[in-house]
């Protein structure tokens, strides 16, 4: 889920195992959905995006979910890394602007 | 790399002051967003960029204002800088606007931090 604030959600994983990240977003409306991935002093990076007429998209080691019954989306990293550790946001499309979570602290444990 | 980059990259300015953030989209790129980021937060929207005009905005007050110019590059101007002012500041290009059909992916910069003191 997304929280408000300086106490982002945090996800901790032993390098070379599964990661699932989660996102609930806010408007039933919303037909395309961006996940990000933000190092620390970086800007935001693309990494995978879906369109609402689809439930899943794979891209390298990534796999994105969309549930749009329930408003959800979840980011699997397979194999993580220690280099995917860093800050990951959903967005989604709304009107003219992508809107973001307050975003997941995903760190990978060596 | 995006392709998207930004000037100044940080930047001190104390209460009351103005500041002008640079922003040059990726190549081929028309529409321009710049988004605030807080500490420990996700960006938010303050307005959108397309063929030099502004193209949606979000919940930000006047003194927030912006320029696209021909080239495609955009500024955005902050007056009377408040100490909530203090944020990333990030600018990101695509190649149509956010809300058309083709749901165009942004790519964001770098991104500028200001300081307001």
């Known amino acids: 889920g997304e929280s408000v604030g300086l106490h982002l959600p945090t996800l901790s994983v032993q390098e070379g195992d599964n990661s699932i990240i989660n996102c609930a977003y806010s408007n039933s409306a919303s037909d395309y959905f961006i996940w990000y991935k933000q190092e620390s002093g970086k800007g935001p990076q693309f990494i995978i995006d879906i369109r609402s007429n689809m439930d899943k998209r794979q891209g390298q080691r990534v796999t994105v979910l969309l549930n749009k019954t329930v408003k959800h989306l979840s980011l699997q990293i397979a194999a993580t890394q220690p280099g995917d550790s860093a800050v990951y946001f959903c967005?989604?499309?709304?009107?003219?602007?992508?809107?973001f979570g307050a975003g997941t602290r995903l760190t990978v444990k060596p | 790399e995006t392709g998207v980059t930004q000037s100044p990259t940080h930047l001190i300015k104390t209460r009351g002051q103005q500041v002008t953030l640079r922003c040059s989209s990726q190549s081929g790129h028309n529409t321009v967003s710049w988004y605030q980021q807080a500490l420990g937060q996700g960006p938010q929207f303050i307005f959108q960029y397309y063929r030099e005009e502004e193209n949606g905005r979000g919940n930000f007050p006047p003194r927030f204002s912006g320029l696209q110019f021909p080239n495609y590059s955009s500024e955005l101007n902050v007056n009377a800088l408040e100490l909530d002012d203090s944020a990333l500041y990030l600018c990101a290009s695509s190649l149509a606007p956010t809300g058309g059909r083709s749901g165009n992916t942004i790519y964001f910069g770098e991104g500028s931090w200001l300081t307001v003191v």
């Open positions: 967005a989604e499309r709304d009107n003219n602007d992508m809107r």
